[in-house]
Nanobody, 120 residues
Framework: QVQLVESGGGLVQAGGSLRLSCVASGSIVNLIDMGWYRQAPGQQRELVASVTIGVSTNYADSVKGRFTISRDNAKNTVYLQMNSLKPEDTAVYYC??????????????WGQGTQVTVSS
């Protein structure tokens, strides 16, 4: 099992910044991908950004140029720096981690979520 603990959410005005952190613990030896998803009320959960163990990154079009994902493998931590925040970024942000199972399969884990609210 992998446990994920997020922090850094909160209330910010439009144009402001927040930094989310997610620390992984437990069976983290074979962690590969880590990332952030978000879910707004009444909407499906969507990928915000992800980073592989080789630090290759992927971003949703809506956040490109504003958000930056980074990863510290020594600390088993993934960060999401969010700049130029917009009201439409308001959502619960979830940390996600994927590890390689005994049979080479991918096993995913979720954090409990952290609320980000951007006021206009």
């Amino acid at each position: 099992q992998v446990q994920l603990v997020e922090s850094g959410g909160g209330l910010v005005q439009a144009g402001g910044s927040l930094r989310l952190s997610c620390v992984a613990s437990g069976s983290i030896v074979n962690l590969i991908d880590m990332g952030w998803y978000r879910q707004a009320p009444g909407q499906q959960r969507e990928l915000v950004a992800s980073v592989t163990i080789g630090v290759s990154t992927n971003y949703a079009d809506s956040v490109k140029g504003r958000f930056t994902i980074s990863r510290d493998n020594a600390k088993n931590t993934v960060y999401l720096q969010m700049n130029s925040l917009k009201p439409e970024d308001t959502a619960v942000y979830y940390c996600n981690a994927v590890r390689r199972g005994a049979f080479g399969n991918r096993i995913g884990y979720w954090g409990q979520g952290t609320q980000v609210t951007v006021s206009s």
